[in-house]
T-cell receptor, first 114, second 108 residues
Framework: DAGVIQSPRHEVTEMGQEVTLRCKPI?????LFWYRQTMMRGLELLIY????????DSGMPEDRFSAKMPNASFSTLKIQPSEPRDSAVYFC????????????FGPGTRLTVL | RKEVEQDPGPFNVPEGATVAFNCTYS??????FFWYRQDCRKEPKLLMS???SGNEDGRFTAQLNRASQYISLLIRDSKLSDSATYLC?????????FGTGTSLTVIP
């Protein structure tokens, strides 16, 4: 298996632009997580899905952020409009249904908003 | 209060040294505990799960103290390749809470 795949790996955009981050989880994994990592705040959970259904989006910072999972093999995280404070590394992770299994992280998308 | 708290370090130790990291968590209902390792500009990867009885994997030993709500990671005979950030992770329900990480640099 190729592991969790994220694209793009790097994104540089200007304030006000729409940004879409993409994730393909590991096949057979039922959970998908979106995280944001910054030096100041560390790794923060934004939202997670179980069987393509959003379960907890309490970590989504504000209405500018939205996430979808239209099928078991694809998820998007969208920021519209983007702001400089959104600059961070965004990780997608997936795991199996079994409660105590580890999460597998993708390589991340490094987002810079100018 | 944060769900998980870690000493950010940095810890700078010579090769061969023993180093220990601690982490505290706030929710007594948390059921699973992990240590992840994150190399610079890379994604976090599972180092080891932490069990109530304590567990060992080579030079690494993890322990859990539920009464005091802390977990620890001990690294013996440190190698240069152990240099990384170590993240304490606590699972409560289906939520995973990550500490901000402890930075370790092993010096030749």
């Amino acid at each position: 298996d190729a592991g969790v795949i994220q694209s793009p790996r790097h994104e540089v955009t200007e304030m006000g632009q729409e940004v879409t981050l993409r994730c393909k989880p590991i096949s057979g994994h039922d959970y998908l997580f979106w995280y944001r990592q910054t030096m100041m705040r560390g790794l923060e959970l934004l939202i997670y899905f179980n069987n393509n259904v959003p379960i907890d989006d309490s970590g989504m910072p504000e209405d500018r952020f939205s996430a979808k999972m239209p099928n078991a093999s694809f998820s998007t995280l969208k920021i519209q409009p983007s702001e400089p404070r959104d600059s961070a590394v965004y990780f997608c992770a997936s795991k199996e249904q079994t409660p105590y299994n580890e999460q597998f992280f993708g390589p991340g998308t490094r987002l810079t908003v100018l | 209060r944060k769900e998980v708290e870690q000493d950010p370090g940095p810890f700078n130790v010579p090769e061969g040294a023993t180093v220990a990291f601690n982490c505290t968590y706030s929710n007594s209902a948390s059921q699973s505990f992990f240590w992840y390792r994150q190399d610079c500009r890379k994604e976090p990867k599972l180092l080891m799960s932490v069990y109530s009885s304590g567990n060992e994997d080579g030079r690494f030993t993890a322990q859990l103290n539920r009464a005091s709500q802390y977990i620890s990671l001990l690294i013996r005979d440190s190698k240069l390749s152990d240099s990384a950030t170590y993240l304490c992770v606590v699972q409560t329900g289906n939520q995973f809470y990550f500490g901000t990480g402890t930075s370790l640099t092993v010096i030749p």
